[in-house]
Antibody
């Protein structure tokens, strides 16, 4: 069964860039829209954006000016870069896979365990 | 952006009782609404997609209904493991958004 695992720094300074990677194991990346979602402490969930396995992307307009998602299918990984960080970017960051192939706007049935990122000097 | 409003914020019930959770969208999302369960320190777990379809492996005590702007998640008889926070999420248009959550706590 497919599993996802996030990796990256737990602490980043304000104004710097966050880089996270999600490693996909147990299956192929083909035909899916690989997604990043975040959750500030004690708050709800926010969809960040997705990348299709072939490289097309779509981002939340609230973050679009600061975010880039990339994919490396040869290593079964996709990555999130978020620039110009502030304390408001402090959150648990999840990578996720939609329930169905070929749907970017779907529900998400496979999630990583999440990685806590704190933005602080 | 579609805003999803969940109510109540907190639901205090006993094991064996029926739970009814509401999610209201600021505009129609057709049937394109999902429900998740989240326990502390864990990722969300997909329960229901497209308003009324149980995801793989989800017990039959979980059911969803609704269309347009008003949706309901029903847990027919609460088990001890059902006490958690529940979120709704739409896929009606971009960006995808989530509701603020309903906490189901033990009374």
């Amino acid at each position: 069964q497919v599993q996802l695992q996030e990796s990256g720094p737990g602490l980043v300074k304000p104004s710097e860039t966050l880089s996270l990677t999600c490693t996909v194991s147990g299956g192929s990346m083909n035909n899916y829209y690989w997604t990043w979602i975040r959750q500030p402490p004690g708050k709800g969930l926010e969809w960040i954006g997705y990348i299709y396995y072939s490289g097309s992307t779509h981002y939340n307009p609230s973050l679009e000016s600061r975010v880039t998602i990339s994919v490396d299918t040869s290593n079964n990984q996709f990555s999130l870069n978020l620039r110009s960080l502030t304390a408001a970017d402090t959150a648990v960051y999840y990578c996720a896979r939609p329930y169905r192939e070929l749907l970017g706007n779907d529900a998400f049935d496979i999630w990583g365990q999440g990685t806590m990122v704190t933005v602080s000097s | 952006e579609i805003v999803l409003t969940q109510s109540p914020a907190t639901l205090s019930l006993s094991p064996g009782e029926r739970a009814t959770l509401s999610c209201r969208a600021s505009q129609s999302v057709s049937i394109y609404l999902a429900w998740y369960q989240q326990k502390p320190g864990q990722a969300p777990r997909l329960l229901i997609y497209d308003a009324s379809n149980r995801a793989t492996g989800i017990p039959t005590r979980f059911s969803g209904s609704g269309s347009g702007t008003d949706f309901t998640l029903t847990i027919s008889s609460l088990e001890p493991e059902d006490f958690a926070v529940y979120y709704c999420q739409h896929r009606g248009n971009w960006p995808l958004t989530f509701g603020g959550g309903t906490k189901v706590e033990i009374k």
